[in-house]
């Protein structure tokens, strides 16, 4: 059984910064497809980003298109969500999520992915 925990979150200003990491235990994560996805209180959770397996193909949100960058190292096995000028909006709890099931269509859906850590918390303060 494969967990992912996530670490990095925090409490930072508005247009500051923050850098996610994703480290999953149980097993090599190399051949999937990675993806982040935040729940804020009161809402759904959503799509923040998605890295193919062999890190050649990346996906974004609107919302957050041009302030984070989602990366992966398989020899550290380690993903990653770089966030810059973060905004009060992005306030939430981020999950990392692992495997596809149906392919790259399906990445920006939270019921196909098999793994999911436990969430780290991010508050931007305005």
């Known amino acids: 059984q494969v967990q992912l925990v996530e670490s990095g979150g925090g409490l930072v200003q508005a247009g500051g910064s923050l850098r996610l990491s994703c480290v999953p235990s149980?097993?090599?994560?190399?051949?999937?497809?990675m993806g982040w996805f935040r729940q804020a209180p009161g809402k759904e959770r959503e799509f923040v980003a998605a890295?193919?397996?062999?890190?050649?193909?990346?996906d974004y949100a609107d919302s957050v298109k041009g302030r984070f960058t989602i990366s992966r190292d398989n020899a550290k096995n380690t993903a990653y969500l770089q966030m810059n000028s973060l905004e009060p909006e992005d306030t939430a709890v981020y999950y990392c999520?692992?495997?596809?099931?149906?392919?790259?269509?399906?990445?920006?859906?939270?019921?196909?992915?098999?793994?999911w850590g436990q969430g780290t918390q991010v508050t931007v303060s305005s």
């Open positions: 890295i193919s397996w062999s890190g050649d193909i990346s």
């Open positions: 999520a692992g495997n596809i099931r149906g392919g790259w269509g399906g990445r920006t859906l939270p019921d196909r992915y098999n793994y």
């Open positions: 149980g097993r090599t994560f190399r051949s999937y497809t």
